[in-house]
Protein backbone atom coordinates (compact mmCIF):
# COMPACT_ATOMS: atom_id res chain seq x y z
CA UNK A 1 0.00 0.00 0.00
CA UNK A 2 1.34 3.40 -0.73
CA UNK A 3 2.53 4.92 2.39
CA UNK A 4 1.14 8.93 3.67
CA UNK A 5 3.51 12.28 3.44
CA UNK A 6 5.08 12.53 6.84
CA UNK A 7 2.98 14.84 8.64
CA UNK A 8 4.47 17.63 11.13
CA UNK A 9 3.75 17.12 15.12
CA UNK A 10 -0.04 17.96 16.07
CA UNK A 11 -0.57 20.73 18.23
CA UNK A 12 -2.74 20.34 21.24
CA UNK A 13 -5.94 21.95 19.38
CA UNK A 14 -5.32 20.18 16.32
CA UNK A 15 -5.32 16.90 18.29
CA UNK A 16 -8.59 17.88 19.77
CA UNK A 17 -9.77 18.66 16.75
CA UNK A 18 -8.85 15.31 14.95
CA UNK A 19 -10.15 13.50 18.13
CA UNK A 20 -13.77 15.41 18.11
CA UNK A 21 -14.12 15.24 14.43
CA UNK A 22 -13.40 11.33 13.92
CA UNK A 23 -15.86 10.40 16.85
CA UNK A 24 -18.44 13.27 15.24
CA UNK A 25 -18.21 11.55 11.65
CA UNK A 26 -18.19 7.75 12.62
CA UNK A 27 -21.34 9.13 14.51
CA UNK A 28 -19.59 7.92 18.10
CA UNK A 29 -20.69 11.40 19.38
CA UNK A 30 -24.16 11.10 17.81
CA UNK A 31 -26.60 14.39 16.51
CA UNK A 32 -27.82 15.95 19.29
CA UNK A 33 -24.69 15.61 21.77
CA UNK A 34 -24.18 18.67 24.55
CA UNK A 35 -20.54 19.34 23.75
CA UNK A 36 -19.25 20.55 27.44
CA UNK A 37 -15.64 21.86 27.14
CA UNK A 38 -14.36 21.05 30.94
CA UNK A 39 -15.32 16.96 29.99
CA UNK A 40 -13.69 16.93 26.64
CA UNK A 41 -10.54 18.48 28.42
CA UNK A 42 -10.50 15.57 31.38
CA UNK A 43 -11.39 13.50 28.98
CA UNK A 44 -8.46 13.89 26.33
CA UNK A 45 -5.93 15.00 29.24
CA UNK A 46 -5.46 18.73 27.81
CA UNK A 47 -6.18 22.06 28.74
CA UNK A 48 -9.43 23.40 28.09
CA UNK A 49 -8.08 26.16 25.83
CA UNK A 50 -7.18 23.66 23.09
CA UNK A 51 -10.91 21.89 23.53
CA UNK A 52 -12.47 25.61 23.15
CA UNK A 53 -10.08 26.36 19.61
CA UNK A 54 -11.50 22.53 18.41
CA UNK A 55 -14.92 23.66 19.22
CA UNK A 56 -14.42 26.91 17.17
CA UNK A 57 -12.95 24.93 13.91
CA UNK A 58 -15.84 22.28 14.52
CA UNK A 59 -18.54 25.36 14.80
CA UNK A 60 -16.71 26.58 11.24
CA UNK A 61 -17.15 22.97 9.74
CA UNK A 62 -20.47 23.47 10.90
CA UNK A 63 -20.88 19.95 12.52
CA UNK A 64 -21.77 21.88 16.10
CA UNK A 65 -23.60 24.94 17.08
CA UNK A 66 -23.97 26.88 19.93
CA UNK A 67 -27.46 27.35 21.63
CA UNK A 68 -28.23 29.82 24.53
CA UNK A 69 -28.31 27.91 28.15
CA UNK A 70 -26.80 24.68 25.81
CA UNK A 71 -23.50 25.48 25.12
CA UNK A 72 -21.55 23.06 22.67
CA UNK A 73 -24.15 20.62 20.66
CA UNK A 74 -23.82 18.32 17.65
CA UNK A 75 -25.71 19.30 14.75
CA UNK A 76 -27.92 16.40 13.92
CA UNK A 77 -28.69 16.15 9.91
CA UNK A 78 -31.33 14.71 8.04
CA UNK A 79 -32.56 13.74 4.72
CA UNK A 80 -31.79 16.93 2.72
CA UNK A 81 -28.90 17.36 4.43
CA UNK A 82 -27.63 14.11 2.86
CA UNK A 83 -28.88 14.84 -0.70
CA UNK A 84 -26.91 18.00 -0.51
CA UNK A 85 -24.03 16.31 0.53
CA UNK A 86 -23.21 13.54 -1.91
CA UNK A 87 -24.50 15.98 -4.84
CA UNK A 88 -21.64 18.73 -3.59
CA UNK A 89 -19.46 15.88 -3.33
CA UNK A 90 -20.18 13.89 -6.83
CA UNK A 91 -19.30 18.14 -8.53
CA UNK A 92 -16.40 18.72 -6.28
CA UNK A 93 -14.95 15.43 -7.22
CA UNK A 94 -16.08 15.27 -10.49
CA UNK A 95 -14.62 18.34 -11.48
CA UNK A 96 -11.13 17.02 -9.74
CA UNK A 97 -11.03 14.04 -11.74
CA UNK A 98 -12.14 15.97 -15.09
CA UNK A 99 -8.59 18.03 -14.20
CA UNK A 100 -6.80 15.61 -12.95
CA UNK A 101 -6.80 13.98 -16.29
CA UNK A 102 -4.62 16.36 -17.93
CA UNK A 103 -2.74 16.92 -14.89
CA UNK A 104 -1.93 13.47 -13.58
CA UNK A 105 1.74 12.31 -13.50
CA UNK A 106 3.22 8.26 -13.71
CA UNK A 107 4.33 8.58 -10.33
CA UNK A 108 0.45 9.44 -9.35
CA UNK A 109 -1.01 6.64 -11.59
CA UNK A 110 1.47 4.70 -9.74
CA UNK A 111 0.48 5.37 -6.25
CA UNK A 112 -3.18 5.23 -7.31
CA UNK A 113 -2.83 1.73 -8.68
CA UNK A 114 -1.09 0.52 -5.11
CA UNK A 115 -3.70 1.52 -3.08
CA UNK A 116 -6.62 0.63 -5.79
CA UNK A 117 -5.09 -3.00 -5.79
CA UNK A 118 -4.63 -2.99 -1.55
CA UNK A 119 -8.41 -2.41 -1.65
CA UNK A 120 -9.12 -5.49 -3.89
CA UNK A 121 -6.57 -7.58 -2.06
CA UNK A 122 -8.73 -6.47 1.10
CA UNK A 123 -11.99 -6.62 -0.33
CA UNK A 124 -10.93 -10.21 -1.24
CA UNK A 125 -9.89 -11.41 2.27
CA UNK A 126 -13.02 -9.98 3.65
CA UNK A 127 -11.86 -6.81 5.11
CA UNK A 128 -13.98 -5.09 3.95
CA UNK A 129 -13.80 -2.71 7.31
CA UNK A 130 -10.70 -1.27 6.03
CA UNK A 131 -11.85 -0.10 2.27
CA UNK A 132 -14.09 3.23 3.50
CA UNK A 133 -10.91 5.01 4.64
CA UNK A 134 -8.94 4.07 1.94
CA UNK A 135 -11.72 5.02 -0.59
CA UNK A 136 -11.44 8.10 1.12
CA UNK A 137 -7.56 8.75 0.20
CA UNK A 138 -8.10 7.75 -3.20
CA UNK A 139 -11.00 10.38 -4.01
CA UNK A 140 -9.07 13.10 -2.14
CA UNK A 141 -5.78 12.20 -3.85
CA UNK A 142 -7.48 12.49 -7.64
CA UNK A 143 -9.04 15.91 -6.28
CA UNK A 144 -5.52 17.02 -5.16
CA UNK A 145 -3.71 16.36 -8.52
CA UNK A 146 -6.79 18.17 -10.12
CA UNK A 147 -7.14 21.11 -8.34
CA UNK A 148 -4.11 21.72 -5.75
CA UNK A 149 -4.56 25.05 -5.28
CA UNK A 150 -8.69 24.52 -3.74
CA UNK A 151 -10.77 21.79 -4.92
CA UNK A 152 -8.68 19.10 -2.68
CA UNK A 153 -9.43 21.76 0.76
CA UNK A 154 -12.93 22.10 -0.37
CA UNK A 155 -13.17 18.43 -1.21
CA UNK A 156 -11.93 17.64 2.77
CA UNK A 157 -14.17 20.30 3.94
CA UNK A 158 -17.38 18.90 2.37
CA UNK A 159 -16.27 15.88 3.11
CA UNK A 160 -16.06 16.35 7.37
CA UNK A 161 -18.88 18.01 6.85
CA UNK A 162 -21.62 15.21 7.31
CA UNK A 163 -20.64 12.43 9.50
CA UNK A 164 -21.12 9.01 8.03
CA UNK A 165 -22.22 6.24 10.66
CA UNK A 166 -19.13 3.16 10.14
CA UNK A 167 -21.97 0.56 9.60
CA UNK A 168 -23.94 2.89 6.83
CA UNK A 169 -20.88 2.52 4.92
CA UNK A 170 -21.53 0.68 1.28
CA UNK A 171 -17.65 -1.27 1.65
CA UNK A 172 -19.11 -3.47 4.57
CA UNK A 173 -21.72 -4.58 1.31
CA UNK A 174 -19.35 -7.12 -1.00
CA UNK A 175 -21.92 -6.75 -3.90
CA UNK A 176 -21.28 -2.50 -3.28
CA UNK A 177 -17.67 -3.03 -2.94
CA UNK A 178 -17.32 -4.60 -5.76
CA UNK A 179 -19.35 -2.40 -7.90
CA UNK A 180 -17.65 0.62 -5.85
CA UNK A 181 -13.90 -1.32 -7.06
CA UNK A 182 -14.93 -1.41 -10.42
CA UNK A 183 -15.91 2.49 -10.50
CA UNK A 184 -12.49 2.52 -9.39
CA UNK A 185 -11.19 0.89 -12.21
CA UNK A 186 -13.03 3.00 -14.41
CA UNK A 187 -11.96 6.13 -13.30
CA UNK A 188 -8.11 4.93 -13.43
CA UNK A 189 -8.65 4.34 -17.27
CA UNK A 190 -10.33 7.59 -17.92
CA UNK A 191 -7.23 8.92 -16.05
CA UNK A 192 -4.50 6.89 -17.89
CA UNK A 193 -6.02 7.81 -21.30
CA UNK A 194 -6.35 11.10 -20.28
CA UNK A 195 -9.92 11.49 -20.90
CA UNK A 196 -11.55 13.97 -18.45
CA UNK A 197 -14.97 13.47 -19.93
CA UNK A 198 -14.99 10.19 -19.01
CA UNK A 199 -12.95 10.30 -15.55
CA UNK A 200 -15.73 12.99 -14.49
CA UNK A 201 -19.06 10.78 -15.39
CA UNK A 202 -17.44 7.55 -13.65
CA UNK A 203 -16.33 9.94 -10.97
CA UNK A 204 -20.53 11.80 -10.30
CA UNK A 205 -21.80 8.45 -11.19
CA UNK A 206 -19.54 6.75 -8.29
CA UNK A 207 -20.31 8.65 -6.15
CA UNK A 208 -23.89 9.47 -6.54
CA UNK A 209 -24.61 5.66 -6.08
CA UNK A 210 -23.22 5.53 -2.55
CA UNK A 211 -25.62 8.77 -1.70
CA UNK A 212 -28.75 6.35 -2.93
CA UNK A 213 -26.91 3.85 -0.80
CA UNK A 214 -26.73 6.15 2.32
CA UNK A 215 -30.41 7.18 2.19
CA UNK A 216 -31.96 3.37 1.55
CA UNK A 217 -29.79 2.91 4.77
Same mark, same amino acid.
Given at each position: ?30 ? &????R? &??V ?39 E ?5 Y ?7 ? @? ?22 ? $????A????H ?19 P ?8 S???? @? ?39 ? $? ?14
Amino acid at each position: MPTSEPRPPMSKAEYVYSVLLEEIRSTRIPG &GTALRA &GEVAKRLGVSVTPVREALRRLEKDRLISYEAHHGATVVDLGDEALAEYYGLRSVVEG @LGARLAADRITAADLVWLRELHAS $MREDAEQGRHELLGEQSMRFHLRIVDIGGPAFLGEHARSVRNS @LPVPAAASLWLDDTQAKAQLAAHEGILAALEAGDGDAAERI $MIDHVRRAGDYRKEQ
